[in-house]
């Protein structure tokens, strides 16, 4: 055994050297190339003594970033991330300028923005030999991971993980459909998938609510409830507010909420992880986790990601120039797409650029690190969402060569992870799933001239933009605006009624979500009739329902109760409706959605649905987006869920997996039977309606069979 150790140590130096040659000859390098960059005195040096300095300055700097670069990434954790990613180079760069001022005898120097250049080329080269050493040396790679697993047991105090249950991950793959994940591994653009699937996986889809959306889902994935979530934003007359998914103030309420009615924490309340998510699923360690972004203080933990992430340097370097390059990509991506006329398009300029780099690098390298971190520590559940195709499908399309480009990246983060899994302390699961796909189609906009609130406006005789008033769509609009009008007074008058002041109030409140659209008219409290809004617009439903870039409304009638409207005067009340009628096409279970998104309070006084083609998949979105979810129709409503063979089925023979609260009930079964005994299954918690008992329960808490 003390041979083994002398052996490692030796082992250990040999690297150090190794790498420190390697650093002192690149500075030699950079030195003669760079004009700006010297390592000899102003009157020149001998070949050995330039040698000499720059292996003094080579290690000075390789001091510096192990001891200090820590530090300074600890005391910038409150720069947003964005911003921190920028700052990286200049941070690396002043750590280099410092090490060349302690070079003895002045003989290191170089400009600012030089001194850049070279510290960032001096972590790669570093980083590289690094990786490719201990590449070579499979055993140093196997127990560097194992020291790390055990340090990390040993600061939880738990070093018996060895003997637990299989734990389980759940990485959520944003916005990839089902379909589009099944043309992946066919054409070989996802290699890691196709492997899971031929061997080890099974592939189920599943029909989200009519809200295709992260916060819908995520929610009630994470948290069992996505109850009264109609929408990614909407406006609530009660509170006077705008409730948006991906906002902290949204988030932390859309949580509270759901915990209140169902009683229960989480998905990760027992000895779980949430990394890169809306919601926090009760877990204890949370990374970049919108709903408790706003937290101050020790209690937050969920920028230590950033922290544990970049406070290796070679890591901060490597992922500021995968950012650039990133950038660099889109930009070249976003100029050919143009250039070669191709359509649908949307802008893809002013900060885009940075936040699809932040989306498919910054934001992917943190959470699969934070999840490998999960894994060497022996966490019971994870569950991570990888967001970056879900930012590019919006901007270049689901379909799009841009978008099969990061679906081939996941695929090497996955492939990584499962690498990493191999030598965690005990025995993990990968479940892999998404939270709803994306259908192609040219925005309403770009299709007919005019958004959904110039519609909205022109319907309810109110002024438009001038763009809106010279499309085709905006005239007839305003048209039928003015016949619908002059009836409406002709037929009050003739039959002796005062007169009532059509298009009096405030303006209406237009939101979009994909191609989902949400009409509120915020003067009026409660949800408005259909009666009231034609007594107040007389033209305003025909004109949405006669629309052809829209399918259907859902409004709320008195005589009939809530009623669906299509084209023509053809509807349906909602009580009585089927996947046929105003709804044919928009494919099965559509009805059902229809119908409970109607239940919930906060639904809008008109819903409207855009059109959607069966042949073509495509929709319209309200939204500057070719690639859409947040409605009904074709693929954003499908997405899927890949688990391992040796967990029960999802669903049973024949049937289907539809809501994200059904999903809910499927992903605690698995943790309860990978689990077992470690599981408290007797805290079940209140149901709906009944008086909560905190925010806190296991994992089995209202544990259902699927």
């Not at 410092?98 to 290191?108: F, M, N, S, V």
């Not at 983060?413 to 709803?436: C, F, G, N, Q, T």
């Not at 002709?490 to 009096?504: A, C, D, Q």
């Not at 688990?643 to 999802?650: F, K, N, Y």
């Amino acid at each position: 055994m003390a041979e083994g150790r002398w052996r490692r140590a030796g082992s250990t130096v040999l690297r150090v050297v190794v790498v420190w040659a390697v650093s002192t000859l690149t500075m030699l390098a950079l030195a003669g190339a760079l004009p700006d960059f010297r390592l000899q005195s102003p009157g020149g040096d001998s070949v050995t003594r330039t040698a000499l300095t720059a292996a003094w300055g080579a290690g000075a700097f390789g001091l510096l970033t192990a001891l200090v670069w820590p530090l300074v990434v600890r005391a910038l954790l409150l720069v947003p991330a964005l911003v921190l990613g920028v700052l990286v180079f200049f941070l690396n760069g002043s750590l280099l300028l410092l090490a060349l001022w302690l070079i003895p005898d002045g003989r290191g120097d170089a400009a600012p923005e030089t001194a850049v250049v070279v510290a960032a080329v001096m972590s790669a080269v570093a980083s590289a030999t690094s990786t490719a050493l201990a590449v070579r040396d499979d055993n140093a790679y196997r127990r560097r991971l194992s020291r790390l697993a055990t340090r990390r047991r040993r600061r939880a105090g738990d070093d018996d993980a060895p003997g637990r249950c299989p734990g389980i991950l759940f990485l959520q793959l944003d916005g990839v459909g089902h379909e589009v994940l099944l043309r992946a591994v066919k054409d070989g653009v996802m290699p890691t998938v196709g492997e899971w699937l031929d061997r080890t996986h099974r592939l189920t889809p599943w029909r989200t609510d009519w809200s295709s959306q992260t916060g819908a889902s995520q929610l009630g994935i994470l948290h069992g409830s996505n109850h009264d979530v109609p929408a990614f934003r909407w406006y609530e007359k009660d509170r006077g507010q705008f409730m948006v998914s991906n906002r902290p103030a949204g988030a932390v309420e859309l949580q509270r909420r759901a915990i209140e009615r169902t009683g229960d924490g989480g998905l990760l309340t027992y000895d779980g992880a949430s990394r890169g998510n809306l919601f926090s699923g009760g877990a204890d360690q949370v990374a970049l986790v919108l709903s408790v972004s706003t937290r101050r203080g020790r209690a937050n933990r969920s920028r230590a990601g950033y922290f544990a992430y970049f406070s290796d340097p070679a890591n901060a370097v490597r992922t500021a120039v995968s950012f650039t390059a990133e950038v660099a990509r889109e930009v070249g991506q976003s100029v050919r797409a143009r250039l070669r006329g191709d359509g649908p398009r949307v802008s893809r300029g002013g900060l885009y650029p940075f936040i699809r780099a932040f989306a498919t690098v910054v934001s992917r390298d943190v959470v699969v690190a934070a999840v490998i971190g999960d894994m060497l520590a022996g966490r019971t559940a994870v569950y991570a969402d990888l967001v970056a195709y879900d930012e590019v499908a919006h901007h270049s399309g689901p379909h799009s060569a841009d978008a099969a480009q990061v679906l081939a990246s996941l695929d090497r983060s996955l492939a990584l992870i499962a690498k990493a899994a191999e030598h965690a302390p005990r025995e993990y699961r990968i479940v892999l799933l998404s939270d709803h796909g994306q259908s192609p189609g040219e925005t309403f906009q770009g299709a007919y001239g005019l958004s959904l609130k110039d519609l909205v406006r022109a319907g309810c005789g109110l002024p438009v933009s001038r763009r809106a008033e010279r499309s085709a769509c905006g005239a007839e609009a305003r048209d039928a605006a003015r016949d619908a009008l002059r009836s409406a007074l002709h037929r009050r008058r003739e039959k002796g009624e005062p007169l009532i002041e059509t298009g009096s109030g405030s303006d209406p409140i237009v939101l979009a979500s994909g191609n989902l659209g949400l009409i509120s008219f915020p003067d009026e409290p409660g949800r408005l009739s259909r009666e009231q809004i034609e007594a107040r617009h007389p033209a305003l439903l025909s004109t949405l329902a006669n629309h052809p870039g829209i399918g259907f409304l859902l409004v709320r009638s008195e005589k009939h109760g809530s009623v669906v409207i299509g084209a023509g005067g053809v509807e349906a009340p909602v009580a009585e409706l089927a996947d046929d009628g105003p709804l044919a096409g928009f494919g099965a279970g559509a009805a059902d959605a229809v119908r409970r998104t109607d239940s919930f309070p906060h639904v809008a006084d008109i819903m409207v649905n855009s059109m959607y083609d069966p042949a073509t998949g495509r929709v319209h979105a309200f939204e500057e987006q070719i690639g859409s979810h947040g409605g009904l129709g074709g693929e954003q409503a499908q997405p899927f869920l890949l688990s391992p063979v040796e967990l029960s089925e999802p669903v049973e023979a024949g049937g289907e997996l539809v809501g994200a609260e059904r999903i809910h009930r499927v992903l605690r079964h698995w943790l309860r039977e990978c689990t077992g005994p470690e599981v408290p299954v007797a805290e079940v918690g209140p149901r709906p309606g009944r008086a909560s008992s905190g925010p806190r329960g296991g994992v089995g808490a209202n544990a259902e069979m699927p």
